[in-house]
């Protein structure tokens, strides 16, 4: 009986002291990665906060990431001291995961778009853009969907998957555009005349670049008219107003110079009995 009380104490004794021992090397490994995870997370913080191109909600997302995966890996650590087999645990959390990751995935598909358009910037908030077949004004970018507001003041919410999957046309991105205002004249007008009232009514609107020159040519050759193209660069905050003021400008100067602007025109001709044209028939 002695030696099995002695046996049990000894037993109890190791063993206790061998928890101890593990329970305290646990508190050091929380510890220390808690703090690392903290540490991690403010470097990565402080490290993208220096470059422009990184948006500051991409940057805590990411920062955020990285904390909670060195604190998950912490706890794996604390509990194979205690002789947890953390294999089965690490697959178990692994197939759960995965299962998470297939019935969430249009959600976490619009996240990774999310973070793409946050940090590569292919348009800002207050452009104008084209993205994923919706045109508007960019009013917010957020990690699942992008907000824009049509001209006619219709707000439209993008999921980031449609957007960052298809072409994207920044129509604000260069602060300058260049325009084509194009018009027909009539055939029997004189061309030469006409570009250069194209050209004085462009070069006396002030929101007109002086460089590069603007210029005007004869674009085609049409059924009715000759077509004539105006071509000169504004700045992009301009482009519809002035197309539109221009466009009325130049219709009311060549009505003043009487240069015509042609309707569609057909000649008919009338076959007269015996097969030969009538020239008094048209």
Not at 224 to 246: E, H, I
Request: glycine share 8%; charged share 20%; hydrophobic share 45%.
């Amino acid at each position: 009986m002695e030696e099995f009380l002695d046996k049990s104490y000894e037993f109890v004794t190791t063993n206790g002291l061998q928890l101890a021992i593990n329970a305290l090397a646990a508190i050091v490994i929380l510890v220390i990665g808690f703090r690392i995870a903290g540490w991690l997370r403010d470097l990565l913080l402080k490290l993208m906060g220096k470059t422009e191109r990184m948006d500051p909600a991409v940057a805590k997302f990411l920062a955020n990431l990285a904390k909670y995966l060195v604190i998950a890996f912490t706890i794996i650590m604390v509990l194979e001291q205690f002789g947890v087999e953390t294999t089965s645990l690490i697959a178990v959390l692994g197939a759960a995961g995965l299962a998470v990751g297939l019935a969430l995935q249009g959600t976490l598909s619009n996240v990774a778009a999310g973070v793409m358009i946050l940090m590569f910037r292919p348009f800002r908030i207050g452009q104008y853009v084209d993205a994923g077949g919706i045109a508007g004004s960019v009013k917010e970018i957020g990690l699942f969907t992008t907000e824009l507001d049509t001209p006619d003041n219709v707000r439209i919410t993008v999921p980031n998957s449609d957007i960052w999957g298809k072409a994207i046309t920044n129509y604000s991105f260069h602060g300058q555009r260049r325009l084509d205002i194009s018009c027909g004249i009539g055939y029997g007008d004189d061309i030469a005349k006409a570009r250069q009232v194209m050209l004085d009514t462009a070069k006396a609107d002030g929101r007109v670049l002086g460089d590069p020159q603007p210029t005007a040519f004869v674009d085609s050759l049409g059924d009715s008219s000759v077509n004539l193209t105006v071509r000169f660069w504004c700045a992009s905050a301009d482009y519809w107003q002035l197309k539109w003021d221009l466009t009325e400008a130049i219709k009311c100067a060549f009505d003043k110079e009487k240069i015509e602007i042609p309707f569609p025109q057909r000649v008919v001709t009338m076959i007269a009995p015996g097969g030969a044209p009538n020239p008094d028939q048209h």
